[in-house]
């Protein structure tokens, strides 16, 4: 049984996308006390869009973000709670309540809903598993200390690196942001923030290729656009990479996946561990829609509402009654 100063609720849900909110909104609104984990405010496939015509109820093309900001809005109004870290492990243990680690603090919860989407790395670069805990690190709040006074290196091109590299530069001697891309796709008052910082600096074109040192990190090597070797110097490299696979590492191969690792469920969203629930772009399937993902989030929300509450169904009224 979890510590009774463990951050606790009834539904966890791990994933800020349409799927994630989504299953807020119906799991608040169900009277569940319910909290919602993610990097940043507005994360995934959605977030990046920019330009959304397909989303019932609009009249017209929206940013991908400015449509989940407002799903966001409703589940935080229904008065789900949304906590902004990585989450770095979760101990399923086969029964609950399952905990889940983010940040410096280690979440129990007695439904856990999965939507945490695709875009999780497939390969990781030479050198990244030979220095992890070295060097290597993917949490500025659990290892940023450790590299108070030295220069660093944040490697990603979203809003999360970005916030990440602003945090580190209270701590670090410099931040160098690292993006693959040719330009950050941030919003201006992010933009704004890291060019006024002065410890960051910001390196556009890049990809990570090797991550270098001896006893620990000394630096890591990139491409550039041009096929050209550069090496930057650094004692820390904080990775924050996004790719095209189920972003299911922290799960530890808890749940049954099929053959491209994306997790299994029925119809009723339900993994192969009762009281874990997946939906949206992590869950195996042949549609993925941003609507098809906030579908199987409500859907998931109203499983995990019969499993806590034992009910023989699901609320079928839930979208025209709360309570």
């Not at 006074?149 to 999360?160: A, T």
Request: proline share 5%; glycine share 10%; hydrophobic share 45%.
């Amino acid at each position: 049984m979890a510590d009774a100063e463990q951050p606790s609720c009834e539904v966890l849900i791990i994933g800020g996308g349409p799927a994630g909110f989504t299953a807020a909104l119906y799991a608040a609104r169900a009277g569940l006390k319910t909290v919602v984990i993610s990097p940043g405010e507005l994360t995934g496939m959605m977030a990046r869009a920019p330009k959304v015509e397909n989303f019932p109820g609009q009249t017209g093309a929206l940013a991908g973000r400015e449509i989940l900001a407002k799903i966001r809005q409703q589940a935080l109004t229904a008065g789900a709670e949304h906590v902004q870290e990585a989450v770095s492990a979760a101990y399923l243990d086969n029964a609950p309540p399952f905990m889940v680690a983010a940040g410096r603090e280690l979440y129990t919860a007695q439904a856990l809903i999965i939507a945490s989407g695709a875009m999780g790395r497939a390969e990781k670069v030479p050198g990244e598993e030979q220095f992890e805990g070295r060097g290597v690190a993917r949490c500025v709040a659990c290892d940023g200390p450790l590299f108070k006074g030295q220069p660093v290196l944040v490697v990603g091109e979203d809003e999360h690196a970005a916030e990440e590299a602003l945090a580190l530069a209270g701590l670090a001697s410099s931040v160098t942001l690292v993006a693959p891309t040719a330009r950050l796709p941030l919003e201006g008052a992010l933009q704004e923030a890291l060019r006024s910082c002065p410890k960051v600096t910001i390196a556009t074109g890049l990809r990570l290729t090797e991550i270098v040192g001896d006893e620990a990190v000394t630096g890591a090597v990139f491409t550039t656009p041009r096929g050209e070797k550069r090496t930057l110097q650094a004692t820390g490299i904080f990775i924050y990479l996004r790719g095209a696979a189920p972003a299911t590492d922290f799960l530890q191969g808890a749940l049954e996946r099929d053959e491209h690792g994306y997790l299994l469920t029925d119809e009723l969203m339900q993994t192969s561990l009762p009281g874990v629930f997946a939906a949206g772009d992590v869950r195996s399937k042949q549609v993925r829609q941003m609507v098809v993902a906030a579908a199987e989030g409500a859907i998931a929300a109203l499983a995990a509402e019969r499993f806590l509450r034992r009910t023989p169904s699901v609320r079928w009224d839930r979208g025209v009654a709360s309570g």
